[in-house]
């Protein structure tokens, strides 16, 4: 069974930071391209960042570039994502998602406020 665990979020104040990470288990983590992907209240989904295979192959959305840093270790299954000079328009809930794929983790949630 697939499993997507992510974990990190909580409440930060503007200009700070989080540390968001998924573990995965149930398929072969080392052979899917992953996403981080978040949902604002009331809003629809929105793809936040994206990995290769090897790590070697980055993307982000514009609204995140220079802040956020996606990173994995397939000794560990673990999908990280760096958010720093964190906003309030980053406030989401946050979910881990295998390219291609219609399986997500339960999501974390980052609240920036002050």
């Known amino acids: 069974e697939v499993q997507l665990v992510e974990s990190g979020g909580g409440m930060v104040q503007p200009g700070g930071s989080l540390r968001l990470s998924c573990a995965a288990s149930g398929f072969p983590f080392r052979g899917y391209d992953m996403n981080w992907v978040r949902q604002a209240p009331g809003k629809g989904p929105e793809w936040v960042s994206g990995i290769n295979v090897g790590g070697a192959g980055t993307w982000y959305a514009d609204s995140v570039k220079g802040r956020f840093t996606i990173s994995r270790d397939n000794a560990e299954r673990t999908l990280d994502l760096q958010m720093n000079n964190l906003t309030p328009e980053d406030t989401a809930n946050y979910y881990c998602?295998?390219?291609?794929?219609?399986?997500w983790g339960q999501g974390t949630q980052v609240t920036v406020s002050s």
């Open positions: 998602n295998i390219e291609g794929t219609g399986h």
